[in-house]
């Protein structure tokens, strides 16, 4: 293949849709930046065995592991097998030997990255994600008719623009390649198949566009239990779809650079044309206002075919300005709709420096705040600020914790639990906030003492609404308008030392005694194991020394054994010890940690030190 081809099919998948939407997640254009150095070795082992090859084949799979998106490597792994074997089989040159090399330079990075799989596996195992049920997973697979997005990426909207009219994720969806590209791909599939990579590209082009699609079989394909497969997004391996789309179109453009068949290109770029012209005319004919966004849509894909049509009849015979024309014609589509779903703004812009914030800052501390209302602040916005709240969007995050949250709702932890979101339960209006106790019991379980309020009809005026924030449960701090502050005045400490508990083993009996309206939560814990701690009337007192991420010091004084409780939560791997000697961590309020304080006055230390870490090491 030419150099130009190779040039071609890079900037066909560097700025494919699917690369686009999801640049602003690093590690999974980090993971598949790998992929075409893993293939290039791959194939020039199958070539001859050597060792530069197979530790190309190591060095490579392992960035891509350590780049931190596992199914994106799930991916790169199906691609680099079926390509190794594949294409050795065709050609008659593979044999015992080279197979179990190649096997090999896979599999070792496996091992030389377990410091990092061992772990991820760890938090998957504790996590709330499950396998989709059959709803879900219909939900997620593209429709037929979303097909077209294919040719024209923003027939049904962008979300970017506010004007994405169909009901699902746009970013999930994407399938883009540039409307030259995959008019050139069609060409390489029908001209080119006997090739053995065109081959094996087509079957892992149409095979991943036919999985990704809403078929009665491909519902039930991802309810089979396989690994990586049924706890993920179904259109994610459209990933594969551009990515074979992308060395298909190199195949094409190289075949119309290098050969003087080219019939049936007319035909192709012909038939998408009358394709796109078709849908043209239907929003035309319709009154509906979606069609008349995709009617604006469909002018790019439109002008790119046209385009590519007439350049080629009349540069056919000048190779060099042929190809100049199309790859600048792809590289103006595609940096259309690159820069269109990723507009760039100054950093100030996206986290501008507030007054709420500042004063969150200022004197939060290591307690949390939460957003009622229109004061509900998206999640991860405070790891920014660096200021503490209960909620975050996480593709893992832990089961327990989740439920907890969940159940502040009615009481109950519902059958499907969120995936990517643990959030305390919403609300609006003057009287939600009040009548729901159950969220009350985990705001103060979770030691939220910051509640923050929005109102846009606010004056300088100090304020208080006493009825959504009744007076006995929550006090006017801080206002500048539209924003208020209130302190929950019921909030239990982030920190504190109690010796009274009581058991309660198993979700259901956990949670009736955490909503119990007899449990304080500011002097009692809920625990699952008897620490076999006297009860009655103690002296306490409890002084955090330093709070990081993976360390925590806490100084405990006591005229008795006392449990110190922690509402961090609880998770293997976290360590405690007492004046440097371990002690056990207990499970307590259902998803945080207590731990037994010694009389008198002591420094406990909570250290993360996960043994699947240093298994990881060790392998």
């Known amino acids: 293949m030419s150099a130009e081809s190779s040039i071609f099919g890079g900037l066909v998948f560097a700025f494919s849709s699917y690369s686009t939407v999801w640049i602003e997640y690093g590690n999974i254009g980090h993971t598949f930046v790998w992929l075409p150095l893993i293939l290039y070795f791959s194939d020039k082992f199958l070539e001859k065995i050597n060792a530069r090859d197979f530790l190309g084949i190591v060095l490579s799979s392992l960035a891509a592991i350590l780049a931190g998106y596992i199914q994106g490597v799930f991916y790169i792994y199906i691609i680099a097998f079926v390509f190794f074997f594949f294409k050795g089989f065709h050609e008659k040159n593979l044999n015992l030997r080279k197979s179990l090399f190649f096997v090999l330079g896979l599999m070792l990075p496996l091992g030389l990255s377990a410091f990092q799989i061992l772990p991820t596996l760890e938090l998957f195992g504790q996590s709330s994600r499950g396998n989709y049920t059959f709803s879900q997973i219909q939900k997620m697979l593209n429709p037929i008719h979303y097909l077209i997005t294919v040719f024209v990426p923003d027939f049904f909207g962008n979300p970017a623009t506010r004007n994405y009219w169909f009901d699902g994720t746009y970013i999930e969806r994407v399938s883009y390649f540039g409307v030259i590209p995959i008019s050139l791909a069609m060409f390489a ?93 239907f929003t035309i004919l319709k009154t509906d206002p979606e069609l008349k966004t995709a009617q604006r849509n469909l002018i790019i894909p439109l002008a790119s075919i046209i385009l590519f049509v007439f350049t080629f009849f009349l540069t056919k015979r000048y190779k060099t300005v042929f190809f100049t024309i199309v790859f600048l014609i792809t590289l103006a589509d595609l940096f259309y709709y690159f820069q269109k779903i990723t507009p760039f703004a100054s950093a100030e812009f996206l986290y501008p420096s507030t007054p709420v914030t500042s004063y969150l800052r200022q004197h939060q501390g290591i307690d949390r705040s939460w957003g009622y209302g229109f004061g509900y602040i998206e999640s991860n916005f405070q790891t920014y600020e660096g200021i503490y709240s209960t909620e975050g969007n996480d593709p893992l995050h832990i089961k327990e914790y989740t439920e907890l949250l969940s159940a502040s709702k009615n009481g109950h932890v519902p059958n499907i639990l969120p995936r990517h979101d643990a959030n305390i339960a919403g609300g609006f209006g003057k009287e939600e906030l009040a009548n729901n106790p159950y969220r009350q019991k985990i705001l103060n379980i979770l030691g939220v003492k910051y509640i923050l309020a929005k109102d846009e009809s606010l004056t300088r005026n100090f304020n208080p609404d006493a009825v959504t924030f009744p007076e006995d449960r929550y006090k006017l701090i801080w206002q500048e308008s539209p924003w208020q502050v209130y302190e929950n005045l019921k909030v239990a400490p982030r920190i504190f030392l109690t010796n009274k508990y009581r058991l309660a083993v198993g979700q259901k009996k956990s949670l009736q005694t955490l909503f119990d309206n007899n449990f304080d939560e500011r002097k009692e814990l809920v625990l699952s194991q008897d620490p076999k701690i006297p009860q009655g009337k103690i002296d306490t007192s409890s002084k955090l020394i330093s709070y990081a991420p993976n360390e925590v010091r806490i100084e405990t004084t006591s005229n008795a054994r006392a449990l110190l409780f922690f509402s961090d939560t609880f998770y293997p791997g976290w360590e405690a010890s007492v004046d440097g000697v371990r002690t056990s961590i207990f499970r307590a309020d259902y998803a945080f940690r207590a731990v037994v304080a010694p009389a008198g006055k002591h420094i406990i230390v909570f250290e993360y030190r996960p043994k699947t870490f240093y298994y990881g090491l060790y392998i």
């Open 189 to 281: 599939i029908f001209t080119l198949i006997k090739k053995v990579e065109v081959k094996m590209f087509s079957l892992l082009f149409l095979g991943s566009l036919i999985i990704s699609t809403d078929l009665f079989v491909t519902r039930f394909f991802y309810l089979l239990p396989i690994p990586v497969l049924s706890t993920t997004v179904a259109t994610r391996i459209l990933s594969i779809f551009a990515f074979s789309g992308a060395v298909l179109a190199a195949f094409g453009l190289n075949q119309i650079l290098s050969s003087k068949n080219k019939k049936q290109i007319y035909y192709i770029a012909g038939s998408v044309l009358v394709f796109l012209l078709v849908l043209f005319t």
